[in-house]
């Protein structure tokens, strides 16, 4: 299998590898969000930031240490890190470890110790976990080479990924763990756990709730701040629709295709008519141009917006050229509209996280409106969504407090919603004293719960959990990770108190979805002696972690002081 390994990888790199990096979309901009960055934009003449043989104002080098990063996570994990301070953090260390395997001398591996370590990657890794070829030749049937990396780039990123790994071996040390450890491990990860969860039905939870007008104000003036109005933009706009240029558009047969080609993906294939267990001899063969006709229209409309998008935009822009050379003030706007058929539109104000849908609804909209003033009344050409426009400056307006009888309702209904919050925390600690005592009484479970339900208000429903253990996988199908926070401290026949599970309402706001009582039907406990063969084993999971986090704790100090080093490089003197 090793040989196959090395046979195919040596045919296939340029291709799979341009694959991973399709699939985890390197996009080279780095915006990272944790100071001090990588990357940060703007001006070519700053200064060097020396970071361990890197320049961290140097846009080559910061496309270098975080692309790499990104290839090396996707490669090791088989998934990429949406967290742009993750990203950064892990860039970092892995450069501080890479400047320590030089410093200690350590040379490149050999093929012979990267093969095996391909083989272990989970970019490669099938549903069991282990290389699975078949994966391998769906990334290269289907991707085709990304030209911004190599061959030689990826088998370098794959050489320092081991090179890493070993100087973290070597600055973690033994990893110490003591045997009360290893048995509290054991008893959260291999207890045999028997349980009932009670769900009960926040949406079902109906209390009356009375207030009045005195009460309401005292609310309203305790909570202020959540009603109060922000500053808004009050614009006009003029719209330039991407409709109004489809006509201007024409597509050329090869133009059409070559959008098609550049990618399929975008555009998948309508349900065959004939079943796909039909025999293989009645089924199409799959071809590239058959492929093309059955999207055609949908390719057509895709390039003919893209390509009115653009004319609407060059339009926008053009118009926003004119009222600039032209010194065009609001006051002296009206002959330029005359003269290019364009009217002014009326937006409502909006704040600047709320722009109109006119206007996209996106936050760029709104930013770009909060620029304007009096002194500049027009924007650049921005993007609708629909098209481009240009907007106009009218008013800013204020934040403001408003008066309590504007905003009532809305007082109204967030006191309601408090209290019944309050109420439905309140009867799930009366619901844990009923049935606890109901189970003293000799009652079942269930039996206490529809006892307690017919005067609770509301619907609770059972279910059961038997026989499983937090280390099972898969989990029993159902099981809120709720509940498995509830088992930490839960013991035999007790009932934990209710956990609140968290939702969103119609508004999009987040509520209470429900509430989850556990009990804990039966816990059978695990052997927790040196004789048991899972001792050992989390005796060396545990002692590897430990070790870990020290030698990535001594790996972010170390990046600290590099950062703190540079940090006076990165201001310019006086």
Known sequence: MITWIQKTFQQHFKVIFAALLAVTIISFIFTIGASPGIGRAGNQERPNRPFFGLNLNSADDARQINGDAQLSIYLQAGYSIPDEAQLEQYAFTRQAALHLADEL??????????????YTLRAFAGPDGKFDPKVYARFRDSLQTNPRMTEADVARILADDLRAQQVQRLLSG???????????????????????VASVDYAAYSPTITVDDATLAKYFESNAARYQIPAQVSVDYLDFPSDAYAAQVTLADAEVRKYFDADPSRFPKPAPATPATAPALLQAPATPDADFAAVRPEVEKALRRERSDRLAAKAAADFSVSLFEQKITPATLAPLLAASKLTVKSAPAFSRTSAPAELGGEPEAAAEAFKLGADHPFSDAISTGHGSAILIWKAAIAPRQPAFTEVREKVLADYRKDQKDILFSGLGKSLQTRLSASLKAGETFDQAVTEAAATAGTKIETKNYPGFTLATRPRPEGLDDNVLAALITLQKGEIAPMALVAGSAADGTRTIEKGLLVFAADKQLPDLTAANPKFATLKQQIASQVANGNGNSYLVELVQQELEKTKAAAIPAP
Do not use: F
């Open 105 to 118: 001398g350590l040379p490149a591996p050999s093929q012979s110790e990267i093969t095996p370590y391909l």
């Open 174 to 196: 033994p990893g110490y763990v003591l045997p009360s450890d290893i048995r509290h491990e054991l008893l959260l990860g291999e207890s045999v756990w028997n349980l009932t």
